[in-house]
T-cell receptor, first 115, second 113 residues
Framework: DTAVSQTPKYLVTQMGNDKSIKCEQNLGHDTMYWYKQDSKKFLKIMFSYNNKELIINETVPNRFSPKSPDKAHLNLHINSLELGDSAVYFCASSQHTIGAVDTQYFGPGTRLTVL | DQQVKQNSPSLSVQEGRISILNCDYT??????FLWYKKYPAEGPTFLIS?????DKNEDGRFTVFLNKSAKHLSLHIVPSQPGDSAVYFCAASAQGGSEKLVFGKGTKLTVNP
């Protein structure tokens, strides 16, 4: 059973297109995240949702819009794709324990290539 | 602005020997540190963590050491095994309950049989 799954695994698209990446977790966690790993290999947080509510929004262009239909799903929609959006996008989830840093469980990643 | 630095992009060790991976941080507000391991084409998986109230945490072959005054932590793997070959990410969090993790660039460990 895959704990955190992402689709698609690979995504190749043209500049200017709109695309979505889906994420689902079956761990019963309250919090979900999107991370971006760019060509320099840095893994940086983009968004975090707790129980469908946005709690972390790092300085990400508003072309990126996360959507959480329920606490088990967090999708990432990207409008007007640019070359610089090419990266590996990781979804993650964790419990939400006040006053503690909960272990985050990552999905396998989606490699986005913008041509 | 790299708040978490892993200055060695790669490390190669012989099977059975000790692997030492290093991590430095600049933000004195960080109070919780984690190591993640990543195989190719997979997401990072949690390995071990340490709170700033401790200076050592051990889990089987893996030990993490924290030197708060030097803002430095290290991961020791002993004995190293070929299956340990992966990229290791150091991550840090501030203020205990924050979900925001700041990651380093990773160190690629190769354990040679």
């Amino acid at each position: 059973d895959t704990a955190v799954s992402q689709t698609p695994k690979y995504l190749v698209t043209q500049m200017g297109n709109d695309k979505s990446i889906k994420c689902e977790q079956n761990l019963g966690h309250d919090t979900m995240y999107w991370y971006k790993q760019d060509s320099k290999k840095f893994l940086k947080i983009m968004f975090s949702y707790n129980n469908k509510e946005l709690i972390i929004n790092e300085t990400v262009p508003n072309r990126f819009s996360p959507k959480s239909p329920d606490k088990a799903h967090l999708n990432l929609h990207i409008n007007s794709l640019e070359l610089g959006d090419s990266a590996v996008y990781f979804c993650a989830s964790s419990q939400h324990t006040i006053g503690a840093v909960d272990t985050q469980y990552f999905g396998p990643g989606t490699r986005l290539t913008v041509l | 602005d790299q708040q978490v630095k892993q200055n060695s992009p790669s490390l190669s060790v012989q099977e059975g020997r000790i692997s030492i991976l290093n991590c430095d941080y600049t933000n004195s507000m960080f109070d919780y540190f984690l190591w993640y391991k990543k195989y190719p084409a997979e997401g990072p998986t949690f390995l071990i963590s340490i709170s700033s109230i401790k200076d050592k945490n051990e889990d089987g072959r893996f030990t993490v050491f924290l030197n708060k005054s030097a803002k430095h932590l290290s991961l020791h793997i002993v004995p190293s095994q070929p299956g340990d070959s992966a990229v290791y990410f150091c991550a840090a969090s501030a203020q205990g309950g924050s979900e925001k993790l700041v990651f380093g660039k990773g160190t690629k460990l190769t354990v040679n049989p």
